[in-house]
């Protein structure tokens, strides 16, 4: 039998979503239990771990409401489809800001921007706009920003998030200067529609 | 304060959509909720590593590591760190800051996520299937080697 996960969880009664829960926790719940072993030959020490697991615990579960809250407002309410006509070839400063503005907004990890990317590539969207989105994915993302302002200082967050979107451009400028027309036209035929570099 | 702002930001637009169209304000909220259990194992997993690993981790031994006063070599190491290791940044920011409470360096933590976010070295085979080998050596190289230009201007700034 199998579970992948929370999908299968509700039809299969508490002994499946049990086992599911036992599966998708199963990292944690094993250092929970070594925590515990701890606990037991070492009282003290024990104490000491489940004190700084529990204050780790609330320091961040209470800022997650309002960023899930928000990401999922974005998820809805700033469709896809229509921005991605406004990347293309000749979309300049705009398709490029607005390409910021795209990844920025988004969330999940960098992996998750690749089928996007392709998606847009598909559509037309220029190459140098792709790897700004790219960048800004990666590393501009709102809800991180807000996550990162939180546990590390606005000072921090403000400072490497310039300094990230000022990189982000430079590299994009060298990448797209290093790799030739047919380069990218043999990545945009990967993904379907003809060349636009 | 900083997390009492974005409660009320987030819970004025919430209103905002409800009141504008109910429908997709509850696809919202299930999208939301969904990213967060989705995350929630993963979020779970290190807060209880952090959790376990610094109570052994002394402050000393963590400034030895990766403190101020190891420069480029305590960098080279979170950013080898950053580098390999696929941990969201909702997790990594808890452990980032226990670090630095720990007596890390700000530049090496710099370092580690900015490589971490920019840099994917797991994840090269799949980027590579999008991109190809060229663009994909080239971002990652060029992110790998910005992530320390970004931390020492971090390091100055902050502080």
């Given at each position: 039998?199998?579970?992948?996960?929370?999908?299968?969880?509700?039809?299969?009664?508490?002994?499946?979503?049990?086992?599911?829960?036992?599966?998708?926790?199963?990292?944690?719940?094993?250092?929970?239990?070594?925590?515990?072993?701890?606990?037991?030959?070492?009282?003290?020490?024990?104490?000491?771990?489940?004190?700084?697991?529990?204050?780790?615990?609330?320091?961040?579960?209470?800022?997650?409401?309002?960023?899930?809250?928000?990401?999922?407002?974005?998820?809805?309410?700033?469709?896809?489809?229509?921005?991605?006509?406004?990347?293309?070839?000749?979309?300049?400063?705009?398709?490029?800001?607005?390409?910021?503005?795209?990844?920025?907004?988004?969330?999940?990890?960098?992996?998750?921007?690749?089928?996007?990317?392709?998606?847009?590539?598909?559509?037309?969207?220029?190459?140098?706009?792709?790897?700004?989105?790219?960048?800004?994915?990666?590393?501009?993302?709102?809800?991180?920003?807000?996550?990162?302002?939180?546990?590390?200082?606005?000072?921090?967050?403000?400072?490497?998030?310039?300094?990230?979107?000022?990189?982000?451009?430079?590299?994009?400028?060298?990448?797209?200067?290093?790799?030739?027309?047919?380069?990218?036209?043999?990545?945009?035929?990967?993904?379907?529609?003809?060349?636009?570099? | 304060?900083?997390?009492?702002?974005?409660?009320?930001?987030s819970i004025g637009l919430l209103i905002a959509s409800f009141g504008k169209d109910?429908?997709?304000?509850?696809?919202?909220?299930?999208?939301?909720?969904?990213?967060?259990?989705?995350?929630?194992?993963?979020?779970?997993?290190?807060?209880?590593?952090?959790?376990?690993?610094?109570?052994?981790?002394?402050?000393?031994?963590?400034?030895?590591?990766?403190?101020?006063?190891?420069?480029?070599?305590?960098?080279?190491?979170?950013?080898?760190?950053?580098?390999?290791?696929?941990?969201?940044?909702?997790?990594?920011?808890?452990?980032?800051?226990?670090?630095?409470?720990?007596?890390?360096?700000?530049?090496?933590?710099?370092?580690?996520?900015?490589?971490?976010?920019?840099?994917?070295?797991?994840?090269?085979?799949?980027?590579?299937?999008?991109?190809?080998?060229?663009?994909?050596?080239?971002?990652?190289?060029?992110?790998?080697?910005?992530?320390?230009?970004?931390?020492?201007?971090?390091?100055?700034?902050?502080?």
């Amino acid at each position: 039998m199998r579970y992948s996960a929370s999908t299968t969880a509700g039809a299969t009664g508490a002994t499946g979503s049990l086992r599911a829960f036992a599966r998708v926790y199963r990292y944690f719940l094993l250092i929970i239990l070594l925590d515990t072993v701890i606990l037991i030959l070492r009282p003290l020490t024990g104490k000491e771990v489940f004190r700084h697991t529990y204050s780790n615990f609330i320091e961040m579960l209470s800022i997650c409401p309002p960023i899930f809250l928000l990401l999922g407002l974005l998820d809805v309410w700033v469709p896809r489809e229509t921005i991605i006509r406004y990347l293309g070839e000749d979309s300049g400063v705009l398709g490029a800001g607005l390409s910021i503005l795209l990844g920025a907004a988004a969330a999940g990890p960098l992996y998750g921007a690749f089928p996007i990317a392709a998606v847009m590539m598909k559509k037309g969207a220029k190459f140098s706009n792709i790897l700004i989105f790219i960048g800004a994915w990666s590393t501009l993302k709102v809800p991180m920003f807000l996550f990162e302002a939180s546990a590390l200082g606005a000072r921090f967050a403000v400072t490497r998030w310039i300094v990230s979107l000022t990189g982000i451009v430079f590299m994009t400028l060298i990448i797209d200067r290093i790799v030739t027309k047919e380069e990218k036209a043999a990545i945009y035929h990967r993904h379907g529609e003809g060349c636009q570099t | 304060m900083f997390t009492r702002a974005l409660y009320i930001i987030s819970i004025g637009l919430l209103i905002a959509s409800f009141g504008k169209d109910r429908a997709k304000t509850r696809a919202a909220l299930v999208k939301g909720l969904r990213a967060f259990s989705n995350i929630l194992p993963d979020f779970a997993t290190v807060l209880a590593i952090v959790g376990l690993v610094l109570t052994f981790l002394s402050p000393d031994i963590v400034a030895g590591l990766i403190g101020q006063k190891t420069g480029i070599l305590g960098m080279l190491v979170t950013s080898i760190a950053g580098a390999i290791t696929l941990i969201p940044g909702f997790v990594a920011f808890p452990l980032a800051k226990s670090l630095l409470d720990r007596g890390a360096g700000v530049a090496q933590i710099a370092v580690f996520i900015s490589t971490l976010m920019m840099v994917g070295f797991v994840t090269v085979p799949l980027e590579i299937r999008y991109f190809g080998r060229r663009v994909t050596f080239l971002r990652n190289t060029l992110a790998y080697l910005f992530s320390f230009i970004a931390a020492f201007i971090i390091g100055m700034v902050v502080l």
